[in-house]
């Protein structure tokens, strides 16, 4: 099978590339807006983009809360929701009016970050803190504006939990990140294994 975008075969009933690009990990994203009110939300627009210097994104699909706090205040976090978080990320994903705190909402702790002024969620095994380095409004071949407003961080500083390093290491098994499939399937990465990139040239 093969089609152009925006000519979907009609045996897809549903749209396949957010299936396609996946697992796409889910950034658990934490902000305050002007007025103090703490906000969390989860996005599958999420992605790290470097690492010298450390930066993520998360893109927001409208101006939402998390955007326009991040906007608003420069700085935001993002929490590592794990396999035991289910439920509470799922709560958090509700479109709750902006003066709801979505930490009580889905009954979580929120810990206000060392570095910059936004909450962190106490229960996750790791967290980071970031300070808003670009908003960037995405547009199409033919310029036309997304939906969607990519917002680039740089992390300024890292939460992890004691209990959730083994060997000195995160411990991914039992972390068991996330991850969005597209449609209304997730995954999580509790299957773990090593995989040493091969030596060139190869044998």
Not at 70 to 77: D, I, Y
Not at 95 to 120: H, K, Q
Not at 136 to 150: A, R
């Amino acid at each position: 099978m093969f089609y152009e975008t925006g000519h979907r075969p009609a045996v897809l009933k549903h749209d396949p590339f957010k299936a396609i690009v996946s697992p796409r990990p889910i950034g658990w994203i934490g902000t305050k807006s002007k007025d103090g009110v703490l906000n969390l939300a989860p996005y599958s627009f999420f992605a790290a983009i470097a690492d010298r210097p450390p930066l993520i994104m998360f893109s927001s699909s409208g101006r939402k809360d998390s955007q326009r706090n991040a906007e608003e205040t420069g700085v935001f976090t993002t929490n590592l929701a794990g396999r035991a978080l289910l439920n509470a990320m799922n709560l958090s994903s509700t479109a709750a009016p902006a003066e709801i705190d979505e930490f009580s909402l889905a009954g979580l702790t929120p810990v206000m970050g060392r570095l910059v002024e936004a909450p962190v969620v106490a229960e996750a095994y790791a967290a980071l803190e970031c300070r808003v380095v670009e908003v960037k409004p995405l547009k199409g071949l033919d310029g036309v504006e997304s939906d969607n407003t990519m917002i680039i961080g740089q992390v300024a500083g890292v939460h992890i939990r004691d209990e959730g390093i083994r060997d000195g290491r995160l411990d991914m098994a039992l972390v068991r990140p996330l991850g969005r499939l597209g449609y209304m399937d997730y995954c999580d990465a509790g299957d773990v294994f090593e995989l040493f990139r091969p030596s060139w040239p190869l044998a």
